[in-house]
């Protein structure tokens, strides 16, 4: 018999500013349930709205179009996978932007995919059925009361 | 999101942030901040109220930093949270945005002449 996982949680979001919003809501209270240390609830919010604005922002969906997100607890990690049917866009292959360096140099905006390897340090794409699966793995500190 | 300003002598001004600064937030502020930085040339901008920051924040305080900074003006950043400071770190905004967390400090920082 296939048992319900308790520690998982799906999200059927528009792809739109409301759908993150709604997200990054839902993802706080999970965060507060499930006791997550702060730092880590920071790195999750931060890599889903990098990478759900990204989607939203240049994936090309038509309107109406979803994303689904799963989150779910096992083996010491939060796992998070973002799942669209936007352009294929991998972000792993993309170029960073050159560093900041002056003011009057510095370039506008860039920075998410980079700020997305600096807090998870497992990121793995796939690119399936005409869709973009982009999942995260946030190891947990061991030995956690309730852990 | 919410900014609320304040002159705070010396023709310093004190921009203070509350709330998340995600693509929301920095969408809520964009606006009055674009005012502020194209109406002041030297600005502290208070980061303890904010729990949160991503790329599009980022961009909201590179951009103005680059437009006070065309007047010869100057903007820097006041007590961030530890996980506010890590974003700002590791995305290399420190290099052109400096942090301060003694407000003494950070208004002198942008008072003083270049």
């Known amino acids: ?147 | 999101m919410r900014m609320q300003t304040e002159d705070i002598g010396g023709g310093v001004t004190k921009a203070s942030l509350d709330g998340r600064l995600d693509i929301a937030g920095a969408q809520a502020i964009d606006l009055p901040f674009n005012v502020l930085v194209g109406q002041k040339r030297a600005i502290v901008v208070d980061l303890s109220g904010v729990d949160f920051i991503a790329s599009m924040g980022l961009r909201t305080l590179i951009m103005g930093a680059k437009t006070v900074a065309s007047k010869g003006g100057r903007i820097v950043l006041l007590s961030p949270s530890a996980d506010v400071r890590k974003v700002l770190e590791d995305s290399g905004t420190t290099a052109i945005l400096k942090i301060h967390s003694d407000l003494a400090e950070a208004v002198a920082a942008v008072a003083a002449p270049r």
């Open chain 1, 1 to 147: 018999m296939q048992m319900a996982d308790a520690d998982a949680r799906e999200f059927d979001l528009p792809a739109d500013l409301a759908g993150l919003q709604t997200l990054s809501e839902g993802v706080e209270r999970l965060a507060e349930a499930r006791g997550w240390p702060s730092s880590t609830a920071f790195a999750v919010q931060l890599c889903l709205e990098e990478a759900v604005s990204n989607v939203i922002r240049h994936g090309g969906l038509p309107a109406g179009e979803r994303v689904r997100v799963d989150v779910r607890q096992a083996d010491g990690a939060i796992v998070v996978e973002i799942a669209d049917r936007g352009v294929a866009f991998d972000p792993l292959a993309a170029p960073p932007p050159p560093p900041l360096t002056d003011l009057e140099s510095a370039t506008i905006g860039g920075r998410g995919i980079g700020l997305m390897h600096k807090f998870c340090p497992d990121i793995g794409y796939r690119r399936s059925d005409g869709r973009n699966f982009l999942r995260f793995a946030f190891p947990l500190p061991p030995d956690r009361p309730g852990a």
